[in-house]
T-cell receptor, first 115, second 113 residues
Framework: KAGVTQTPRYLIKTRGQQVTLSCSPI?????VSWYQQTPGQGLQFLFEYFSETQRNKGNFPGRFSGRQFSNSRSEMNVSTLELGDSALYLCASSLRGGGPTDTQYFGPGTRLTVL | AQKITQTQPGMFVQEKEAVTLDCTYD???????LFWYKQPSSGEMIFLIY??????QNATEGRYSLNFQKARKSANLVISASQLGDSAMYFC??????????FGKGTRLHILP
């Protein structure tokens, strides 16, 4: 079974631009979560989608948005990029999107650099 | 409020020795799941092991075992016979019902040859 895939793997943008990252979950998984990881702030939760609905949301500005499609693939968008948005963006998928037994499996991440 | 605490920012261990990575958690909900992930320098988070709050026995997966002490609210990861490839960042995480998964700040493990 193929794992979680994320595209692109690396991205370089300049301040003020916008970016879209894509995540394809493990086949059969209906939930996708997004995380931002930086050396200073560590791993921070962005949002979680289940069956095209946002189930949970982290504490990020409105410049960060996401969506999930009917095939469970998900995209996240960051508008008006700032230098501080440089980070590793991780996507994780899980079967049910809830419940204490629902294990998340991560993709390889997209490393975004904002110049 | 739910919380995960990993008190060891970094650890150095000799190859072939056993390693214990500490994790304490806080929740008032009786139903929760505990997870450990490994993150090598490549960046990908690798799921290692899961323990449910109602599980009677400690979880084991190969060289990984979870020392679950419910009364003390601790879920320490034990790696037996450490290898050089175990050098990585390790995260403890918890999920309560349908809430988001929360992660600890991680422990960086260095295995010395």
């Amino acid at each position: 079974k193929a794992g979680v895939t994320q595209t692109p793997r690396y991205l370089i943008k300049t301040r003020g631009q916008q970016v879209t990252l894509s995540c394809s979950p493990i086949s059969g998984h209906r939930s996708v979560s997004w995380y931002q990881q930086t050396p200073g702030q560590g791993l921070q939760f962005l949002f979680e989608y289940f069956s095209e609905t946002q189930r949970n949301k982290g504490n990020f500005p409105g410049r960060f948005s996401g969506r999930q499609f009917s095939n469970s693939r998900s995209e996240m968008n960051v508008s008006t990029l700032e230098l501080g948005d440089s980070a590793l963006y991780l996507c994780a998928s899980s079967l049910r999107g809830g419940g204490p037994t629902d294990t998340q499996y991560f993709g390889p991440g997209t490393r975004l650099t904002v110049l | 409020a739910q919380k995960i605490t990993q008190t060891q920012p970094g650890m150095f261990v000799q190859e072939k020795e056993a390693v214990t990575l500490d994790c304490t958690y806080d929740t008032s909900d009786p139903s929760y799941g505990l997870f450990w992930y490994k993150q090598p320098s490549s960046g990908e988070m690798i799921f290692l092991i899961y323990q449910g709050s109602y599980d009677q026995q400690n979880a084991t997966e190969g060289r990984y075992s979870l020392n679950f002490q419910k009364a003390r609210k601790s879920a320490n990861l034990v790696i037996s016979a450490s290898q050089l490839g175990d050098s990585a960042m390790y995260f403890c995480a918890m999920r309560v019902r349908d809430d988001k998964i929360i992660f600890g700040k991680g422990t960086r493990l260095h295995i010395l040859p």
